[in-house]
């Protein structure tokens, strides 16, 4: 087929051809008789067989030196939206808005509290708190008695501006009764009798305050705070003392780590009896504190001023992480101002004439020590040596009926203090502390009715699923030294105190406790003439709601 097909084409050029030619010499026309079609065919040949091969391959090595443009693009990246899955939680522990305690016991003991608490979540929170305690062990020691009646009432408020509004409202009864007379009488052979009236000590003290802070996280990580706080206190024997403190704070966080804060304090305190007294402190606090892998950093300062003397105080710590949180290694220094203000000293001795001289104990203290967990166990070993500039010591006024002077001098204090929590096995844990104080004063020979050793321990054991707990605790304490009346120093009895305690639960809101204090009856003399309340007792009920 494709023969033919060649023949064809063939034979048309050859006509195409002619009739050119013919056209070119101009033949004579005439008739042209066509024999047969032209046949052209092409003869047979041998197809021609070609094998390629291959070029030698190029192992030369050639280094290749590319150019490249940098060229940063921006992708815009929208962060996925995470969406927690629910998980099946356990039930929850139910809350209860309110608890009371009231029980009763010897000698003439009476025990109540009641505390009641409101809150909404991220709006607001109320309680109020009720608290009364007496003892009467006037058929063994005359007068020897004590009542103590707190109220206080607190509420936060958060508004949706981001911030949010603290206030507290406080007002306290003491009465304390001046019985040291009856040791009094002991040692000298005398024989005095007082009615109540005429040997009652009554602290009243009215406090309120109030702070402004953000209730929220800011997106700068920066919080702030501004608030004061006032109290108003007299006694029966016409002192009376009014503080104000009003203070200014902020603090910003770098990288969820490091703070960065400052505070500034205007504390005025103004104590009246027969003249008038004032003690008025400023303080400027500012400190910073790295957190590093390893070690964590504080360096501060506290700049204090008085009657316009500016003092310099350190405000510094340095830890490092020695074996995770196993061992952990720290030291420092710190130092301030401290008031020794009617109220401050009346709380830590309750027999103090009416008529004392108020002051600043200037202390500057360095410390170092160790601290961490061990399989459980909460340790810290701390030793640190302080500077007091006018440290508080008391000293009776060997009156008929006993009361304790403020005397002030400058002491050196080497101190060593350990603390442990031990857990030993699943609802029992013990814990227990030391502290040991050597002093070194310029002027007094003593450190008069201060404490020089002092030991506490304590168990704790739950069961019945929580529904039972039984506690226990020692107190130990050195006998603190005191001048007689004939001016020798001399050391008092020592503490040794056993308690024990358990409470029970009959129901979720219904309970009982009891509580022995002094087991060993001890009548140790915290104050020179007032032997502290010997064996004694409580049991009551408790409920929550």
């Known amino acids: 087929m494709a023969m033919k097909t060649i023949s064809q084409i063939m034979l048309l050029a050859v006509l195409l051809c002619s009739i050119g030619a013919a056209a070119q010499t101009e033949l004579p026309g005439g008739q042209v008789e066509v024999i047969r079609n032209f046949d052209a065919r092409l003869l047979e040949t041998d197809p021609v067989r070609i094998r390629p091969v291959l070029p030698p391959l190029d192992t030369a090595t050639r280094r290749m030196t590319y150019n490249i443009l940098s060229r940063s693009f921006e992708v815009e990246y929208l962060p996925p939206t995470i969406r927690p899955l629910a998980i099946r939680t356990d039930k929850n522990t139910k809350n209860y808005n309110g608890y009371t305690k009231l029980g009763g016991g010897f000698p003439s003991a009476l025990y109540g509290e009641l505390s009641y608490n409101l809150f909404a979540e991220d709006q607001y929170r109320f309680g109020i708190d009720v608290l009364h305690h007496s003892a009467n062990n006037t058929r063994n020691i005359e007068n020897q008695r004590f009542s103590s009646t707190k109220f206080g009432a607190n509420g936060t408020y958060y508004l949706d501006q981001g911030f949010a509004v603290d206030a507290r409202l406080g007002y306290s009864v003491d009465n304390v009764f001046f019985y040291g007379y009856n040791r009094f009488n002991d040692e000298r052979g005398t024989d005095n009798s007082f009615a109540k009236e005429d040997v009652q000590q009554r602290f009243s003290i009215f406090d309120v305050s109030a702070k402004l802070f953000n209730g929220q996280r800011t997106q700068a990580d920066f919080n702030y705070f501004a608030g004061f706080d006032v109290y108003l206190m007299q006694d029966n024997y016409a002192a009376r003392e009014n503080g104000f403190d009003l203070k200014f704070g902020a603090s910003k966080w770098f990288n969820e780590m490091h703070e960065l804060k400052a505070q500034i304090r205007t ?18 606090e500012p400190s910073f504190t790295f957190h590093g892998d390893v070690f964590k950093a504080k360096i501060g300062a506290i700049i204090a001023s008085h009657e316009d003397d500016f003092q310099f105080f350190p405000d510094v710590e340095l830890s490092a992480s020695m074996l995770g949180s196993v061992l952990t290694a720290f030291v420092g220094a710190e130092g301030t101002l401290q008031k020794n203000t009617f109220r401050s000293l009346s709380t830590y001795n309750p027999f103090i004439e009416s008529r004392i001289r108020v002051g600043n104990t200037r202390f500057v203290e360095y410390f170092g020590g160790i601290r961490g967990n061990f399989q459980g166990i909460n340790y810290r070993a701390q030793i640190g040596y302080k500077n007091a500039d006018n440290l508080a010591l008391f000293l ?85 030294p005191y001048r007689d009346e004939n001016g020798q120093a001399r050391n008092l009895n020592a503490l040794f105190d056993v308690s024990l305690g358990a409470d029970y639960l009959f129901t979720d809101n219904i309970g009982a406790f009891v509580q022995v204090n002094n087991l060993a009856n001890n009548r140790r003399q915290r104050w020179q003439y007032y032997p502290m309340f010997g064996l004694n007792a409580f049991i009551g009920v408790t409920a929550r709601f």
């Open 267 to 284: 504390d005025f305190t103004s104590y009246r009896d027969t003249a008038t007294q004032s003690l008025n402190n400023f303080f400027f």
């Open 396 to 480: 009776t006024n060997q009156d008929t009926v006993p009361r304790f002077g403020v005397v002030y001098d400058t002491a050196r204090i080497f101190r060593i203090h350990g603390s442990l929590i031990f857990p030993i096995t699943k609802g029992l844990d013990l814990t227990g502390s030391v502290t040991q104080n050597f002093f070194s004063l310029d002027r007094e020979e003593k450190p008069w009715h201060l404490p020089s050793l002092t030991i506490n321990g304590g168990a704790r054991y739950t069961t019945m699923e929580g529904k039972l707990i039984v506690k226990g605790d020692v107190f130990l304490e050195n006998g603190v």
